[in-house]
């Protein structure tokens, strides 16, 4: 992962804390989560307060995440909501993490002024056992903590701030005015500052688990729709009244259902053309082609005649696999009539042709599920679904693993807003972004 760290296509955009006081506010929320404190004098974080650093001293890339479920985090400042987050069980994390920060910015801005906040995004289940553990989460309370006990102080001195005003006499309680001046030193004037959050409850929407390999659950007005390995403990079994079973390698069934939510944008030339999509998964084919026929070969020096050259002499190998003829058809297609007939494309060519409709707020699930149907495509990959981007990474060989980190680098890494909305057209204000 070296290559990939030194390209900050892992761990990057995180947050230093380097100063002492903050190191501690830290500790002391680990304090809190009864885990060992870190003897870093330096580590970064992300939106959550995960830190890739804490977990390679503690040899637990889950710390924050026990179980894999009710999710804990630390927050030591306002600007962690511009950060992403680089390791989650759930891939709605960074949306719940987005409406908590949006929600209680104002408790937010003014407790990391003196304080960290740190607790749990508390659900239903404590471990996940089979789906219907997954089905049971339909809501998330952010249980809410504060590592110098700003919360627990700014509570005090309300209480006193209140006995003040309706006990009688109890303005000539000495002991008690003393106390309220000590909080109000380090609370500031709570009548300002709104140092509780406003909302700590929200909404479990649609989201994919990594549990049992990887499990998508789209929501809609009565219906779930959970899409699966037919393996996972549960499957068909679990909640059937209620639930819709898709098996992940069922094409057809996976795409009908997408297409008539209206999850997906179809083929047709008013956004296939100005995107680039499909030149892009064609290049993305030839390039997984040339690493599977020769490991060894140097991508970066390819130009598109050496390409071209490769192309010819592998004509065998590219017309087998059948992915960059179908592609450069599908061009020519839309160049011509103006879209494609879907019904008239086999099942498992379809989802080379789509991505998901930029209206809906699912998109970025489906964009997830997409890339995993189009396997070349390792820039969809770590686009929206890192956690299978680095895994085929570990099994690329070490050329095709320069031209990747390249390619990435080079592309999505120059303009990442610009990319995503040339190809896929999400729009810079996505919470997900």
């Known amino acids: 992962m070296k290559r990939l760290l030194e390209a900050e296509l892992i761990y990057g955009r995180l947050l230093p804390v380097d100063e002492p ?32 650093e804490i977990a390679d001293e503690l040899g637990d890339r889950d710390y924050l995440d026990p179980n894999r479920v009710n999710r804990r985090f630390v927050i030591m400042t306002p600007d962690q909501v511009n950060l992403p987050v680089v390791h989650t069980s759930f891939s709605n994390t960074a949306a719940l993490m987005h409406e ?4 209680n910015a104002r408790a937010i801005n003014a407790i990391t002024i003196r304080d960290a906040l740190y607790g749990e995004i508390e659900d239903s289940v404590s471990v996940v056992n089979d789906i219907d553990d997954l089905l049971s989460i339909n809501e998330v309370r952010f249980r809410v903590l504060s590592a110098e006990d700003m919360l627990g102080k700014a509570a005090e001195l309300r209480g006193l701030v209140d006995r003040l005003k309706t006990v009688p006499n109890a303005w000539a309680d000495d002991a008690m005015l003393n106390r309220m001046v000590e909080l109000a030193r380090q609370t500031g004037d709570i009548r300002q500052n709104a140092l509780v959050p406003d909302q700590l409850v929200f909404r479990h929407e649609a989201y994919w688990a990594n549990h049992f390999g990887g ?11 959970v899409i699966c390995d037919p393996s996972v ?23 009908d259902f997408l297409a008539s939510t209206k999850r997906l944008e179809l083929p047709r030339a008013s956004w296939v053309e100005p995107s680039g999509l499909f030149q892009h998964r064609a290049d993305m084919t030839v ?3 040339v690493n599977r026929s020769d490991p060894t070969a140097d991508l970066e020096k390819a130009d598109r005649i050496w390409l071209q050259t490769w192309m010819h002499r592998n004509a065998a190998l590219v ?24 019904d008239e494309v086999a099942p498992d060519r379809r989802f080379l042709l789509v991505r998901a409709a930029p209206d809906h707020p699912d998109q970025w699930l489906v964009n997830r599920l997409i890339s995993q149907m189009v396997p070349h495509d390792f820039v969809s990959r770590f686009v929206f679904d890192k956690q299978g981007f680095y895994s085929a990474y570990e099994h690329y060989s070490e050329k095709f693993r320069e031209y990747v980190v390249a390619t990435l680098t080079r592309t999505y890494l120059q303009d990442k807003a610009a990319f995503r909305r040339k190809l896929f057209g999400i729009r810079e204000d996505d919470p997900n972004a």
């Open 215 to 225: 499990v998508f659950v789209f929501l809609d007005d009565r219906t779930t729709t």
């Open 21 to 52: 006081h903050l190191v501690e506010r830290y500790n002391k929320a680990l304090d809190g989560f009864g885990m060992r404190r870190t003897g870093l004098p330096s580590f970064r974080i992300d939106m959550t307060g995960f830190s890739p």
């Open 319 to 342: 017309a087998e696999e059948g992915t960059y003829p179908f592609l450069q058809e599908a061009m020519r297609t839309v160049a011509t009539t103006g879209e494609i007939k879907i």
């Open 100 to 103: 908590f920060f949006s929600a």
């Open 287 to 289: 390039a997984g082609l």
């Open 233 to 255: 403990p549960g499957f068909r079994r679990s909640r059937p009244w209620q639930v819709s079973y898709i098996a992940l390698d069922d094409h057809r069934r996976i795409f």
